[in-house]
């Protein structure tokens, strides 16, 4: 188990804890809402439909979060309104907000390129495969082992454009199909990790 730190300036969590801090990287604005970029903010609105949540954010918050309960689980459930580049700045708040001092509680979902459209993987630490939104994360928490959900967007053709370029377009029209469905699986697994330890949703979700 890996303890996160205090941050100074930043409110300590009064009463209970959550028992999950769920975040969905993305860029705000509604430019990129339709983006591959924001695979993980369409978790997060899964999750809020289906539990009748509402996101919202005070005058100065860099993210709109909420907190639903999921059976008997606490779950708080948050977007950055920070660009991808400096989720880490929201992120770090959210944490010390919702009272999250184990990293193993601290779920981000985001967009993988390295997976093909469709496919997703449950994993804790590892890689960051150049990802910006991680990459943030990683340096305000000053640790890389929270718990990722990688939703697979695939990559683009060789020699046809950048992948900074092709996460910020949106999906091809054929690619809806698989990527709705794999955004209900990874709110699925979500809801799966409120009971259930990882390596049981790895078992579960994992496979092909």
């Known amino acids: ?28 604005t509604i430019e990129y ?12 609105n899964e999750l809020v439909a289906r539990h009748n949540g509402r996101l919202g954010a005070g005058r100065r918050d860099r ?17 950055p309104k920070t660009f991808m580049n400096n989720s880490g700045s929201a992120v770090a708040p ?15 979902v985001h967009d993988e390129i390295d997976l093909p459209v469709g496919r997703m993987k449950v ?10 939104g991680l990459k943030s994360i990683r340096s305000h928490l000053h640790t890389d082992q929270f718990t990722r959900i990688r939703i697979g967007v695939g990559k683009p ?15 091809a029209r054929a690619e809806r199909p698989q990527l709705d469905e794999v955004v209900g699986r990874a709110a699925d697994a979500v809801e799966f990790l409120a009971d259930n330890d990882l390596e049981s949703a790895m078992n579960l979700f994992n496979r092909s």
Not at 33 to 44: L, Y
Not at 63 to 79: D, M, N, P, Q, Y
Not at 124 to 132: D, E, R, V, W, Y
Request: aromatic share 4%.
């Open 1 to 28: 188990m890996v303890r996160l730190g205090s941050s100074k300036g930043l409110k300590q969590r009064r009463g209970t804890p959550a028992d999950l801090l769920v975040v969905g990287l993305g860029n705000p």
């Open 33 to 44: 809402a339709q983006t591959r970029h924001n695979a993980g903010v369409w978790v997060i």
């Open 63 to 79: 993210a709109e979060s909420t907190e639903l309960r999921i059976g008997h689980k606490r779950v708080a459930v948050a977007v």
């Open 94 to 108: 959210l944490v010390r907000r919702f009272g999250i001092d184990d990293v193993s509680r601290l779920i981000v």
């Open 123 to 132: 994993k804790s630490g590892g890689g960051l495969a150049g990802h910006n």
């Open 157 to 171: 053709a060789p020699g046809t454009m950048k992948p900074r370029d092709y996460v910020l377009k949106r999906p």
